[in-house]
């Protein structure tokens, strides 16, 4: 029997760890929802960050899912542990897979973290990276303005590429060899910042250690018959904005038919 995955974001980042989820797990379901009322998370309170994520928890799993991937950083590093507490399923987060993966590739760990204010200081990836390994040197580096341009869509251009300017340059002043991508956001800006940055920093996109970490979780894919899951995604704010936008970055087809809940409405179970 497929699994149905349970994901979510506060808008379109959480969709970069879905693309590899999907890729990997063609054959499972999949229920996605966006916050997009609250877009940013970014610059919220941790107390309100703690109640959305247990409202959108509570949706998935009334919606029938059975594994959930809190496919952002903000809630990963807020919430998460209350969630893992609270629930009795299975969660995947996104930071500490990242931590895992940068310590992998980093030659010096001397490693630069991108991410939202509010992740940026709760410090999760500090610790996640110093609790596997002491001596690495890690450099965080909070990006406001990026958020706000992704979910208008814009993922290159000048604006982009100043923006990318300005919160590389004192990583790279910091010597770093390896970036974490710490928002899930953030990899639509993939082809800007391998442009941008100093040749040799490895750009570490923790959707990939993610989506393997499911693996343990999931029935294999050759148990499952040959159909491709159903995907469907909500969100709180406009649907159709979100779906033009994500069809312009993904083009996958199911986008169009993204429904918008209240988050105290329960959808219909697959
Ligand atoms: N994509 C999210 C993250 O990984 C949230 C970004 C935001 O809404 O500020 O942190």
């Not at 001596?135 to 406001?144: I, K, T």
């Not at 004192?170 to 082809?191: A, K, S, V, W």
Request: include cysteine; charge should be neutral; aromatic fraction near 8%.
């Amino acid at each position: 029997m497929p699994y149905t995955i349970g994901l979510f974001d506060s808008g379109i980042g959480g969709l970069t760890v879905m693309r590899e989820i999907r890729r990997r797990f063609p054959h499972h379901h999949m229920i996605y929802l966006g916050d997009t009322k609250h877009v940013p998370y970014g610059n919220r309170h941790p107390e309100e960050l703690i109640r959305l994520a247990f409202t959108i928890v509570d949706f998935l799993v009334a919606a029938g899912a059975n594994i959930i991937v809190d496919a952002c950083n903000t809630t990963s590093a807020l919430a998460l542990p209350l969630l893992k507490k609270a629930y009795n399923l299975p969660f995947i987060g996104v930071i500490e897979p990242g931590a895992r993966e940068a310590l992998r590739l980093s030659p010096n760990k001397r490693i630069g973290v991108w991410a939202t204010q509010a992740t940026a200081a709760s410090q999760a990836h500090l610790q996640a990276i110093k609790s596997l390994d002491p001596e690495a040197q890690v450099f965080l580096q909070a990006c406001p303005c990026l958020v706000p341009l992704i979910e208008a869509g814009k993922t290159r251009g000048p604006e982009v590429e100043r923006a990318v300017r300005e919160y590389m340059a004192p990583l790279e002043q910091q010597d770093i060899d390896t970036l974490i991508l710490g928002c899930t956001h953030y990899p639509f800006l993939t082809p800007v910042i391998k442009k941008m940055a100093q040749k040799g920093i490895k750009i570490v996109d923790p959707a990939l250690p993610t989506a393997a970490e499911l693996e343990g979780f999931l029935p294999p894919e050759n148990a499952l018959s040959g159909e491709k899951g159903q995907c469907l995604f909500y969100v709180t704010g406009d649907p159709g904005r979100f779906a033009e936008i994500a069809f312009q970055l993904l083009g996958w087809p199911e986008l169009k038919y993204t429904q918008q809940i209240k988050l105290e409405k329960l959808p219909l179970a697959l």
